[in-house]
């Protein structure tokens, strides 16, 4: 299939710029039929026995800024990946002036330059004078997405209320509208929840470069199924409720740990699963999810869920008046079998 086929005209003016209080009043689009709901009426769209699956992944403060030496000029690094304690991989700016062995000082740590900038992404080692992530945490700053232009009063409004493993570069949006009063309501239904992890990575936005998406080289990710949430899906299984993924990192991670019979097995470690059209879910029934950018990924795995039911969406959501990406409105969908 071509990427072509998942592009779509976003106005500037569609993408959210502001963060709505409380997070549960944004709109929420139930694909069948195309009504148009509130986030807080999740509870009557989902029963009792049914599990919400969300990724507890926490936004790390990975935008540092240093000066650059030899040089001193000021330079901007982007963790977007952890290869393991000390090496990352990153985004940084200005790109042409980063060498090998260039060093970074940013304070409390240093970032040494590994390779060559490729499209800006090097590999970084990070030097703390004691633990790396404390150190990380004490001189970065949350990256927010570099389409909103708006401000945040409080940086935790780009944590989820899951938010508890810190790992990602970016939030996973669609876990963004719960509250702890929505959460109360949907447990007295008989609703219940259960926990993943997938670090989030810079890529998982980026537009596909290629024409085809066969040929799009798909970004790996950590991910983290523990027993807990084994647990969960095969009591939900056995009731005959329904496995609702909050998100296309959750969708991700639960199909990548399927097993043919529809269960999962824990698991931690890398990702490659590119979900693209023809491909069936084995666990995840049903689906809550942003809107997404055009020529991405997210796209690319929405048409798998759901066909091209996801133009009708889109068009009724831009005419509709919803809002996109990251601090945008929600959809809520049945996933075609």
């Not at 990380?136 to 780009?158: K, M, N, Q, S």
């Amino acid at each position: 299939m071509r990427v072509s086929e998942f592009d779509y005209d976003l106005p500037a003016e569609a993408i959210a710029q502001e963060a709505i209080e409380p997070r549960d009043t944004s709109r929420l689009l139930l694909l069948d039929g195309l009504e148009d709901l509130l986030f807080s009426d999740l509870p009557q769209i989902l029963s009792a026995g049914d599990v919400l699956v969300v990724n507890r992944t926490r936004v790390r403060a990975a935008r540092l800024v240093g000066a650059r030496r030899p040089g001193g000029g000021k330079t901007e690094v982007l963790l977007t990946q952890r290869g393991d304690l000390e090496r990352w991989r990153a985004l940084v700016r200005p790109a042409n002036k980063v060498h090998v062995g260039t060093v970074i000082d940013c304070g409390e740590l240093e970032v040494s330059v590994l390779s060559e900038p490729a499209a800006g992404v090097v590999t970084v080692q990070i030097h703390a004078r004691g633990d790396v992530e404390e150190a990380i945490a004490a001189v970065g700053t949350v990256p927010l997405p570099p389409y909103f232009h708006g401000d945040l009063e409080d940086p935790e409004r780009y944590q989820t209320m899951f938010a508890d493993t810190i790992g990602s570069s970016a939030a996973p949006t669609a876990a963004l509208h719960f509250t702890p009063r929505l959460v109360a309501e949907l447990t007295e239904l008989g609703v219940t929840f259960a926990e993943v992890d997938l670090e989030v990575g810079i890529d998982t936005f980026r537009p596909m470069s290629s024409d085809d998406i066969e040929d799009h080289d798909i970004h790996s990710e950590r991910i983290e199924v523990g027993e807990q949430a084994v647990e969960a899906l095969a009591r939900t299984r056995a009731d005959g409720g329904r496995v609702v993924g909050v998100g296309t990192t959750v969708v991700r991670t639960l199909e990548s740990v399927a097993n043919d019979d529809g269960t999962i097995s824990a698991y931690r470690g890398p990702t490659d699963l590119f979900i693209t059209p023809g491909y069936r879910t084995r666990v995840v029934d049903a689906m809550i999810t942003n809107f997404h950018a055009p020529r991405t990924t997210l796209l690319v795995m929405l048409s798998a869920l759901v066909g091209d039911r996801w133009k009708d969406a889109y068009t009724h959501a831009l005419e509709s008046g919803y809002r996109f990406l990251s601090f945008g409105d929600a959809m809520y969908l049945e996933i075609d079998r």
